[in-house]
Nanobody, 126 residues
C-alpha cells in the first residue's frame, strides 16, 4: 500500500519561504511521476508543480520562478521549495504520485494521479 506524507507547512509573512517534503512509503518513487497541488477554501484543487522520473518539470504560471520541485529517490522524498510567497499561495498543499507509465507521459498538472497525501497547510499573510 502506497502512502504519502507531507510535512513542512506553516504560517509565514508575504515574501517568506517554506519547504514542503513528501515522504513515500510502500513503494519506491524511482519510476514515479509526482506532483504538488494546492486547494484554497472554496476553490478547486490546482496543480502547482510536477516532475517525471526522468527529471522533466512542469510549473503553473502562477509559481514559475518562485517554486522549485525536486526529488531525492534515495530518501523516497519529493520536495517543494517555495520562495517569495504571496497571500494567494495560501491553501492546503498535497503531494501526489503515479506509477503508470502510459499516464505519466502526459499527466503533468492534471489531478489524475492515483495516490495522494493528506495535505499540509500553508498560510501566507500580508
Amino acid at each position: 500500500q502506497v502512502q504519502l506524507a507531507e510535512s513542512g507547512g506553516g504560517s509565514v509573512l508575504s515574501g517568506g519561504s517554506l519547504r514542503l517534503s513528501c515522504v513515500a512509503s510502500g513503494y519506491s518513487i524511482n519510476t514515479a511521476c509526482m506532483g504538488w497541488f494546492r486547494q484554497a477554501p472554496g476553490k478547486e484543487r490546482e496543480g502547482v508543480a510536477s516532475m517525471r522520473h526522468d527529471g522533466d518539470r512542469t510549473y503553473a504560471d502562477s509559481v514559475q520562478g518562485r517554486f522549485t520541485i525536486s526529488r531525492n529517490n534515495a530518501k523516497n522524498t519529493l520536495y517543494l521549495q517555495m520562495n517569495s510567497l504571496k497571500p494567494d499561495d495560501t491553501g492546503m498543499y498535497y503531494c501526489a504520485a503515479e506509477w503508470r507509465a502510459s499516464i505519466c507521459t502526459y499527466i503533468g498538472l492534471s489531478v489524475r494521479y492515483a495516490f495522494w497525501g493528506q495535505g499540509a497547510q500553508v498560510t501566507v499573510s500580508s
